[in-house]
């Protein structure tokens, strides 16, 4: 690997972001696969700089579970596939027992033996520091002068408890290249019946909020702005209230109410005619549709136009054409690899999004010639393996060059893992 790098023009950085919680829960089994296939990844692209940002370490159980953490962590930086790694930075927060500080984030960063020209920013010194040997910090976070971090604030919550969601910052400067990654973790809809009394919902409007805040966070005057890539679990979910009455225009909606307290319990929609067949049962915790293709034929683009939260944001943030089918939420169940779980609206939840700056940077770099586009395809394939009973799926976002690399197939998951494969070429060199 190494001699392949080394003779490579400019340098290759690799994104990832993985909502990990369900790995924690069967280490035994769940996170050995995960862990093979994000070693095949890193293999079939042999980035010199790599992230992972992680969302939920330790498991949604993280009393019970976060004890799993470290050795999820060694076998990460002791495996073969990160070997010729020789500096990383690992960053968790798991100190559950802080309420005020808790977001159980984690950022992974691994940078290849041939990369000399790689600092670290000092958010407190506000200079830039040599990266050398590898360092797991995983206390006090909030005194870690190589990063900024925060937890929403509470009355950013209303609608469920004050869970662990926030953010992690840190900045990077490869030869002449600086740039921020920010890990995030933004807030779920906690009810399928409130997300679809209006539009946009109230849990879409405490989403815009948040990311805000953090936008807002890292381009304020404390520090030099920066081109920056923020990748994690954003939550995004098409417009409920909109994407029910477009699946269901022809329907009829009964309303069925709880006999105490005469609060709504389910929507049930018919069908006019065709024996009033129902087509969408919507309950707090069940979206059951009666024809899930919807959401696959040509990878859901048809339901696109639902996709909203980011239009507030269109002069701030980038994102590369969408092109591979939502994300969430996909079976658990190993002989149900390519059906979704009728908890939810099927959503693109998980997403790699940069500033306009960022965009130009690997642009400028002589990346995606010839008409310098890019999209993200999806690597799915069923696992048959016995020790899979949670899909684990790669959507991968590649720049089209000369020398692009192959991507084999993937299992899928219910919450996949995205990858965004840079390579700067002429602006920057190692």
């Not at 994104?15 to 369900?22: D, M, P, Q």
């Not at 989403?207 to 030099?224: H, N, P, S």
Request: proline share 4%; aromatic share 12%; hydrophobic share 35%.
């Amino acid at each position: 690997m190494a001699g392949k790098l080394a003779a490579a023009q400019g340098y290759g950085i690799l994104l990832v972001t993985a909502n990990v919680g369900s790995l924690f829960e069967d280490p035994e089994n769940l996170q050995k696969t995960w862990l093979r296939e994000f070693y095949q990844t890193i293999q079939s692209h042999k980035p010199h700089f790599l992230a992972l940002h992680c969302q939920e370490v330790g498991g949604k159980n993280y009393e019970a579970s976060m004890s799993h953490v470290g050795s999820f962590v060694k076998e990460l930086l002791s495996s073969d596939a990160l070997k010729e790694y020789n500096r990383a930075r690992v960053y968790l927060d798991e100190d559950y027992k802080s309420k005020e500080h808790f977001t159980a984030l984690g950022s992974f960063y691994f940078i290849h033996e041939t990369l000399k020209n790689i600092q670290q920013f000092d958010f407190n010194a506000k200079t830039f520091e040599k990266v050398v040997g590898r360092e797991t910090c995983s206390e006090t976070l909030e005194s870690r002068s190589t990063l900024e971090k925060a937890k929403f604030p509470k009355d950013y919550y209303p609608q469920c408890k004050w869970s662990r969601k926030g953010f992690i910052r840190t900045r990077w400067a490869l030869a002449d290249c600086t740039f921020d990654l920010v890990n995030i973790h933004l807030f779920h809809d906690a009810s399928n019946l409130v997300a679809w009394e209006k539009s946009p919902s109230v849990y879409s409007t405490t989403r815009q909020m948040a990311l805000g805040f953090v936008l807002d966070r890292i381009t304020d005057q404390r520090y030099e702005k920066v081109p920056f890539f923020i990748f994690g679990d954003f939550n995004f979910r098409l417009d409920s209230k909109q994407v029910i009455e477009s699946l269901c225009s022809t329907a009829t909606m009964q309303t069925v109410r709880t006999a105490k307290t005469n609060e709504v319990d389910k929507l049930i929609f018919r069908e006019s005619d065709n024996d009033k067949k129902v087509v969408l049962q919507l309950e707090k915790k069940l979206f059951n549709y009666v024809n899930q293709d919807v959401f696959r034929e040509n990878n859901g683009t048809s339901l696109l136009e639902f996709d909203k939260e980011l239009s507030s944001f269109k002069d701030r943030l980038i994102e590369m054409e969408i092109s591979f089918p939502p994300s969430y939420p996909y079976s658990e169940d190993s002989n149900q690899g390519k059906e979704y779980m009728n908890t939810r609206c099927p959503a693109w939840c998980d997403r790699i999004l940069m500033s306009p700056s960022a965009r130009d940077l690997f642009l400028k770099g002589g990346v995606a010639k010839g008409g310098r586009t890019y999209s993200v395809k999806p690597l799915c394939e069923k696992i048959t393996d016995a020790h899979a009973l949670t899909h684990t799926s790669f959507a991968q976002a590649y720049t089209e060059s000369p020398n692009s690399v192959s991507r084999a197939a993937q299992p899928q998951s219910r919450r996949p893992l995205l990858a965004l494969n840079l390579q700067f070429s002429t602006l920057c060199d190692p």
